[in-house]
């Protein structure tokens, strides 16, 4: 954890001095409460729990938490998640030998933190589902158009996915009714994926008593669907790491100014070095999809009919063929939390990132700093063929002038700045327990 994280709010300002003013005008405008969501506190203390319960996933072994862990930057630690069929949490996770995955999950698990503002329409690395006025329940996805009937907005409609993965939350189609269910692609109605997870919900009574008191449509079991589930814990995501009071805050609002390593990173960051232009305004991503020619490693993605380990970003989506290895720009908040990075997690180090990012024709791509328990030689097949990596970095739209180490010594030191110490640990924090009576995930303290 850096040093600064442990100091009160008011030494932190009291360390930080004046910014350029040339570069003050290029500021974003400060957080304030109209950009996010409002909350029902009532549905978030629900959200919590169903957040944290493994009765969401069809061999009850894994919770949304194995993946998004506040002790792990609202993620997992890992280059690529192990979901079902995976033991432990964080780095020592492991492939059960018990129950095998089918297949490691592709992309590197993304971070959470506001997702509840109004700004963030578009979700996943390659922006699959999107908010769209002019679709069926005003969201864009990949799924049938009656699959997005009910949620509240696209941070609630992304759970449709990790819920119907394999190797993510379903397991397989030998192993519970929930496996076999998408397998048969029963998703909506009576017997559906979504319809038998409402129904372990409903089953438990402590959950049942906590819909009926939250949503006032919900009077038995039978009202409790899956889009209800799935709304109160976007609620909890919106509630829990909404993240707007880091030190860059404070600077934002006028109260502290920056001094040293951190105000030369800034000074950096919105001027020479560009970053500002994709990582942009006060969440510092400007949602847009770039190639930038960040290394791939594990399973890729393909279709079922297709026998290859690419992973083609947001090609994947449009069929653009401008839209290449291009993936949605992170928000940059909080990033010193969110190692590794890039779409497949190739880089444990913010600082080594910050040296190959953007930058493929000088890239080489380095095993050591792949987080990946039980790594395979086939994790690897798209790095090793130079075709491939030719490819990828051919698409590249975004070439930066190289940074010297001194640079990103500043980079690195402004981008700790980002770190917001009430999203760290959020607001409603990690249950002693959840109703179904599960394991609540937790991280391995050595």
Known sequence: MPAFLTLPLFVLASLLTAVPMARAQDLPDPVTDADYLE?????????????????????????????????????????????DGGVGLGAVRRADPENLPEQRVPRNAPALFNLGAHDFTVMFHDGRLEADPDQPGGIRTPLDADMVAGFDNVLSAQTMFP??????????????????????????????????????VAGVPEYLGAFRATYPHIQTGEDIAFTDISNAIATFMAHEWRSDTAPFDAVLRGEAVMKGRAAEGLDLFYGDAGCASCHAGPFLTDHGFHAMGAPQIGPGKAATFEDHQRDEGRFRVTGDPADLYAFRTPSLRNVALTAPYGHAGAHRSLSQFLAEHGQPDALQFDRAQVLLPDPLDEDFAIMEDAAQWAAIADAVTVRPDPLTDSQIAALVAFLDTLTDPVARSGRLGIPDSVPSGLPVPMVEVE
């Open 39 to 83: 909350i029902d506190l009532q549905a978030a203390r629900l959200g919590q729990l169903l957040f944290y319960d493994p009765i969401l996933s069809g061999n009850r072994n894994v919770a949304c938490a194995t993946c998004h862990h506040p002790s792990l930057g609202t993620a997992d630690g890992l280059s690529l998640s192990f979901g």
């Open 163 to 200: 819920v119907l993965s394999r190797d993510e939350m379903a397991g397989g189609h030998r192993e519970n009714e929930i496996g076999r269910a998408v397998r048969q692609g029963l998703i909506t109605g009576e017997g559906g994926a979504w319809s038998l997870i409402s129904e372990r």
